[in-house]
C-alpha cells in the first residue's frame, strides 16, 4: 500500500515494518483493519465492488460449516445424523437447518426446548483461576449516622498480599567485607601441655592461653626441617625414599623398607652361657631359677648368668602339657584346660 492519507482525519499515516501495516497517529487505529472497504480517488469502483463480492463469497462458505458453539471447531456429521464435536467430546444435538430460530410473535411466549447447554471445563477452570478472591467480612452493627453516609468498603486480594520481607539477609557494607577479607586465619588448635585443656588465641598478644592455669604457654620454636640426603638400596641400586612417618628408607622397586635387614644383620647376637666348669651348655630352669648344666649334671651357682628375658613366659602344665598363664595376683600359674592352679591340689585335704 502506498502511503496515501487517513480516509478519516485526512492525515498521513506511517508504515510499521515488523508488522507490515500502516498506522494513523491521528485516529489512533491501523488504516487497512478500518478504511480496508472505502473506496479513495485512486481506487476504482470496480475494483471495490470485486473485492466485496470476493469477501461475501468466502463469508457464505464460512457460514455453511458448522461450527461448536463451545469451542468454534468445525463439526462433523456422523452415520447416526448428530453432529459430535471432537475437540469438546460432545454432541451439539442440531440438525443443519436449526442454525436460525424464527422470532416467536408477540404475546403468550411458546415453550421451546432448548438444547443442552455443556460447559468447558477448560475455559470453566481458567475464569475460576484469574477470578480474584475476596475476603469475606462479617456484617457489623451500624447506626442510623452511618446508615447516611456508608464508608467505602476496601477489597483485600489474597492472591497479592502486601508483606514486608524482614527474614531476608541483610548485605553488609562494603568497607566491613574489605576488613574481614583481610584479617588473618587462626592458628591450628593446641592443648595445654600441663592440664590438656585447649587453649585459645589471643590476637592482641598472639600467644595461646590456659583458662585452666591462668597463664599464656610457652611460645612454639619453630625448627627448621631436616632433610635427608640421598641414598641408594642395597638390593636393585634404586634411589631410596624417606618416610618421616617411620624414620625409615623406602625402595619402590623392590617395595620394602631394604635397611631394616642391614640394621638386623649388623646387631650383635648375645653370645650363649656356658658351664663354667666344663664349658658345655647350660639349661635355664623355671622351677628352682637357676641354670642346669647337662654335662655335669649340676646346677650353676646362684645368680650365674641372670635371668633371661625369656624366662617364666610360657610353662606347660603337668596334667595336660598346654600353655598355662602366670597369675601375679596370687603369683602363682593357672590352666585353662585344667580349670585350676598348677600348685593346688585337685581335692581337699582333711588333717586329722
Same mark, same amino acid.
Given at each position: 500500500?502506498?502511503? @496515501?492519507?487517513?480516509?478519516?482525519?485526512?492525515?498521513?499515516?506511517?508504515?510499521?515494518?515488523?508488522?507490515?501495516?500502516?498506522?494513523?497517529? /491521528?485516529? *489512533?487505529?491501523?488504516?487497512?483493519?478500518?478504511?480496508?472497504?472505502v473506496c479513495t480517488s485512486e481506487e476504482t469502483k470496480e475494483e471495490c465492488v470485486a473485492e466485496i463480492r470476493q469477501e461475501l463469497q468466502t463469508l457464505e462458505a464460512e457460514e455453511d460449516k458448522l461450527e461448536c458453539k463451545n469451542c468454534g471447531a468445525e463439526l462433523?456429521?456422523?452415520?447416526?445424523? +448428530?453432529?459430535?464435536?471432537?475437540?469438546?467430546? !460432545?454432541?451439539? /444435538?442440531?440438525?443443519h437447518g436449526a442454525e436460525v430460530e424464527a422470532k416467536p410473535e408477540p404475546g403468550p411466549e411458546p415453550m421451546v426446548a432448548e438444547p443442552p447447554h455443556t460447559v468447558n471445563e477448560a475455559q470453566h477452570l481458567l475464569e475460576t483461576a484469574n477470578a480474584p478472591v475476596k475476603e469475606e467480612t462479617m456484617p457489623e452493627a451500624v447506626s442510623h449516622e452511618s446508615e447516611a453516609t456508608p464508608e467505602p468498603v476496601i477489597e483485600i486480594h489474597k492472591s497479592e498480599p502486601i508483606i514486608d520481607r524482614v527474614d531476608e539477609p541483610v548485605v553488609p557494607?562494603? *568497607?566491613?567485607? +574489605?576488613?574481614?577479607? !583481610?584479617?588473618?586465619? @587462626?592458628?591450628? &588448635?593446641?592443648?595445654?601441655?600441663?592440664?590438656?585443656?585447649?587453649?585459645?588465641?589471643?590476637? +592482641?598478644?598472639?600467644?595461646?592461653?590456659?583458662? @585452666?592455669c591462668r597463664k599464656y604457654a610457652p611460645r612454639e620454636i619453630k625448627k627448621d626441617p631436616v632433610?635427608?640426603?640421598?641414598?641408594?638400596?642395597?638390593?636393585?641400586?634404586?634411589? &631410596?625414599?624417606?618416610?618421616?612417618?617411620?624414620?625409615?628408607?623406602?625402595?619402590?622397586?623392590?617395595? =620394602?623398607?631394604?635397611?631394616?635387614?642391614? =640394621?638386623?644383620?649388623?646387631?650383635? +647376637?648375645?653370645?650363649?652361657l656356658v658351664c663354667p666348669k666344663c664349658k658345655g651348655p647350660v639349661k635355664w630352669i623355671d622351677k628352682y631359677a637357676r641354670y642346669y648344666c647337662l654335662s655335669c649334671k649340676e646346677y650353676a651357682p646362684k645368680g650365674f648368668g641372670g635371668v633371661p628375658a625369656e624366662a617364666g613366659d610360657k610353662k606347660q602344665c603337668p596334667a595336660c602339657n598346654e600353655t598355662m598363664k602366670f597369675v601375679p595376683e596370687y603369683n602363682e600359674w593357672y590352666c585353662y584346660m585344667c580349670k585350676k592352679y598348677s600348685l593346688r591340689p585337685s581335692k581337699p585335704v582333711l588333717l586329722f
Open positions: 500500500m502506498e502511503a @496515501s492519507k487517513c480516509p478519516k482525519c485526512g492525515e498521513e499515516p506511517q508504515y510499521i515494518e515488523h508488522i507490515e501495516k500502516w498506522y494513523c497517529y /491521528g485516529c *489512533n487505529t491501523y488504516v487497512e483493519d478500518e478504511a480496508e472497504h462433523e456429521d456422523l452415520k447416526d445424523g +448428530k453432529l459430535y464435536c471432537f475437540v469438546c467430546e !460432545t454432541y451439539q /444435538g442440531e440438525s557494607p562494603l *568497607n566491613e567485607l +574489605k576488613h574481614e577479607s !583481610t584479617l588473618a586465619p @587462626s592458628p591450628e &588448635l593446641r592443648t595445654c601441655a600441663s592440664c590438656g585443656q585447649p587453649l585459645k588465641w589471643i590476637e +592482641k598478644y598472639q600467644r595461646h592461653y590456659c583458662y @585452666s632433610t635427608p640426603g640421598k641414598k641408594d638400596c642395597p638390593g636393585c641400586g634404586g634411589e &631410596l625414599k624417606f618416610v618421616e612417618k617411620y624414620s625409615e628408607w623406602y625402595c619402590y622397586k623392590c617395595k =620394602k623398607y631394604p635397611l631394616r635387614a642391614v =640394621k638386623k644383620a649388623e646387631e650383635p +647376637k648375645p653370645q650363649a
